[in-house]
């Protein structure tokens, strides 16, 4: 019973960095856990990132790891994907997503709300 609305996607050169946002709706947005998910054209939709209820657990995707961050502010019912290091492949639809029954998950299954996405392209 939540909506998601990703925002911060864009243009950036290769090794560059950009911010995405993902704005919640509700009252129970502590409750969800997070995740960031990603589709190029053609490919299924791959799991990027998750974090814990509280923030207190992160898990990404090996593509990623140590380039992104996820990070959440339950105050402002905001989650946060800090991508750094950007490279070619990165470019995608980039999707938060939002799941009630489990405290983190990679699997996309587990989640029950999706945004609309957001495009993010990096050229060479």
């Known amino acids: 019973q939540v909506q998601l609305v990703e925002s911060g996607g864009g243009l950036v050169q290769a090794g560059g960095s950009l911010r995405l946002s993902c704005a919640a709706s509700?009252?129970?947005?502590?409750?969800?856990?997070m995740g960031w998910f990603r589709q190029a054209p053609g490919q299924e939709r791959e799991f990027v990132a998750t974090?814990?209820?509280?923030?207190?657990?992160?898990y990404y995707a090996n593509s990623v790891k140590g380039r992104f961050t996820i990070s959440r502010d339950n105050a402002k019912n905001t989650v946060y994907l800090q991508m750094n290091s950007l490279k070619p492949e990165d470019t995608a639809v980039y999707y938060c997503?939002?799941?009630?029954?489990?405290?983190?998950?990679?699997?996309?299954?587990?989640?029950?709300?999706w945004g609309q996405g957001t495009q993010v392209t990096v050229s060479s």
């Open positions: 974090i814990s209820r509280s923030g207190g657990s992160t």
């Open positions: 997503a939002a799941g009630s029954k489990v405290a983190i998950s990679a699997y996309r299954s587990d989640y029950d709300y």
């Open positions: 509700g009252r129970t947005f502590s409750s969800y856990a």
